[in-house]
């Protein structure tokens, strides 16, 4: 509301145009006249949007159940659906064993981008490894120096794991994966529900390409913890075990490591400049639909492995830009 209230003081002044913004508005459908938006159908009323350009800047999943809902006959709506699957990999090795032991300060912390791809498919199986390493002597002192300090809010050690590793640097793996984008087996598709929130279902199913991947990305992880980052190798890594809660020193099962959940959802209103494929055309606009514009990673053909957040910051840009001209 901040920015709102500051658009209205430049709207008075004659710098730029007004803006309004509503909460708490559910937006159901969007009404059209042939291939052309008019209103929108709203938890507080009908809108009309008149000849207004109609962006949708609302994450992956919900831009594609209104689109289904609004032009049920559009192409391709829903049909790919990408993602990265994670794998959680924490282990320790013994501060002494490196050589710049006696230069660790009491709170140390780095991080690493460690970037890969399964042998077997090339560019279309990437992944990569995101390493935070971390020293702390004594974490009770040093827990809110390091949570704000954290390289990142997922790939971090928990108070319980840094207090039972005051000798040692702790290494948290959070690796990601590319789901098989070409697997027609995962959709996300209008369903029966009459709630035009919630009457889409996302079905993903691991294949052959997905599993391999994900063995891959494993298995490079473990050997760079234990081949690379071990001064004396891979006997004196030691594992967190998510289902003992201790550390062992053996390679957990993998489904001790391995996230049972997806994350950076994408695909769903791909991109493509050709006639049959894709939902959206290469100006951001919604095929065969006017004044109807989509940003952020539903636009994705594809995921490859990296977080996709400023990639959607440069598209949204790229948008504003195009539309501003």
């Not at 090795?93 to 050589?99: K, N």
């Not at 994966?177 to 087996?185: A, Q, R, S, V």
């Not at 998510?242 to 049972?260: G, L």
Request: charged share 20%.
């Amino acid at each position: 509301m901040e920015i709102a209230e500051k658009q209205k003081e430049l709207f008075k002044k004659g710098e730029g145009a007004l803006v309004h913004i509503v909460t708490n508005c559910l937006v159901n459908k969007i009404i059209a006249q042939g291939n052309c938006p008019t209103a929108l159908d709203t938890s507080r009323g009908i809108i009309s949007i008149g000849d207004a350009k109609l962006i949708l800047a609302m994450g992956t999943l919900p831009p594609t159940t209104l689109i289904q809902n609004s032009f049920p006959k559009l192409q391709n709506v829903g049909k790919r659906f990408t993602s990265h699957f994670v794998s959680a990999i924490i282990a320790r090795i013994p501060r002494a064993h490196f050589d710049f032991a006696h230069e660790v300060a009491e709170l140390e912390l780095g991080a690493f981008y460690i970037a890969g791809v399964n042998p077997e498919r090339g560019h279309e199986g990437q992944f990569h490894i995101q390493l935070t390493a971390l020293s702390d002597k004594n974490p009770n002192k040093n827990i809110k120096t390091a949570l704000i300090n954290m390289p990142d809010v997922v790939a971090t050690a928990t108070k319980e794991q840094l207090l039972s590793s005051k000798d040692h640097v702790v290494f948290v793996c959070a690796t990601l994966g590319e789901l098989d984008y070409k697997n027609k087996k995962n959709w996300f598709l209008k369903n029966a529900d009459l709630d035009p929130t919630t009457n889409a279902t996302l079905q993903v199913i691991a294949n052959t390409n997905d599993m391999n991947v994900w063995n891959s990305m494993d298995k490079t992880t473990f050997e760079t913890l234990e081949e690379i980052l071990s001064p004396k190798g891979k006997k004196m890594v030691e594992y967190w075990d998510t289902i003992t809660k201790k550390w062992e020193n053996q390679r957990p099962a993998d489904k001790s490591y391995r996230v049972p959940a997806l994350v950076h959802e994408a695909s769903t209103l791909w991109i493509s400049d050709q006639k049959n494929e894709g939902v959206v055309d290469v100006h951001y606009k919604l095929k065969n639909i006017e004044n109807v514009y989509v940003t952020g990673a539903a636009l994705w053909p594809t995921g490859a492995s990296w977080n996709p957040t400023l990639t959607m910051v440069a598209l949204a840009q790229h948008l504003a830009d195009n539309l501003s001209k």
